[in-house]
């Protein structure tokens, strides 16, 4: 398994992979067959963003469980297509169903404080995304690059608020990420506090995402 996780080919199948909602989403309003396409694809990518920041998240559990280090290698790769999607998502609301209007944005955001919501937790990826480069690692330093990715965990329940919100009848999705979610912070609450101290280095134990750092 090791030799797999280590191959440059795991690493490219995966990439691919995780264009594959990307694929399907343009086949989908290609075929012109969707009675609503910017509800489909402003439904779709978002459902998109919070499955990639769960399985970001549950990188460094599983690395720990499996004893299988080399799980880390794929951790920022995940966190960059969730704020890959996130975009995607941002600007099918903000050019497709919003037609560049800034009034009626605010007027939207004023009337459904789930969309500050959602914004809140896209904004809070971009530092991340930004900062996700071994080289920032260096130049913040450690503790803070560390504080800094910590938003993760805001971000994702955020996007988790916004989609409970959104839905108002069927939860069933939104409360069984959140269910998902609550187990990832939780484990890491209890990886901390068995540690009694934080870790001092790179990635360990909190398991930060967008970092290809082992944790």
């Known amino acids: 398994m090791k030799r797999v996780l280590l191959s440059r080919w795991t690493k490219v199948v995966l990439f691919l992979l995780c264009l594959v909602p990307l694929a399907d989403l343009g086949w989908q309003v290609y075929k012109g067959t969707l009675a609503n396409p910017v509800e489909y ?18 990188i460094t559990p599983l690395r720990m469980i499996l004893n299988q280090p080399q799980l880390t290698r794929f951790r920022r790769m995940f966190g960059l297509f969730a704020f890959f999607y996130g975009l995607l998502h941002f600007t099918t609301w903000f050019w497709l ?6 009034s009626e944005m605010g007027k939207d955001i004023l009337k459904r404080p789930f969309i500050t919501a959602g914004m809140t937790g896209l904004a809070l990826m971009v530092p991340l995304a930004v900062t996700s480069t071994a080289g920032w690692v260096r130049r913040l330093g ?27 009848s069927d939860i069933r999705l939104p409360v069984m990420y959140a269910g998902i979610l609550a187990i990832l912070l939780g484990y890491r609450l209890v990886v901390r506090l068995r540690k009694g101290s934080p870790v001092s280095r790179v990635g360990q134990a909190a398991g930060l995402p967008f970092s290809n750092q082992k944790s």
Not at 41 to 58: A, K, P, V, Y
Request: proline share 0%; charged share 20%; glycine share 4%.
């Open 97 to 102: 169903d919003k037609s560049l209007d800034f």
């Open 41 to 58: 694809i402003t439904h779709t990518t978002g459902d998109w963003i919070i499955r990639f920041l769960l399985i970001t998240l549950s």
């Open 142 to 168: 450690f503790r803070r690059w560390q504080a800094l990715h910590r938003l993760i965990y805001v971000s994702a329940t955020a996007g988790v608020i916004h989609y409970y919100c959104l839905v108002k």
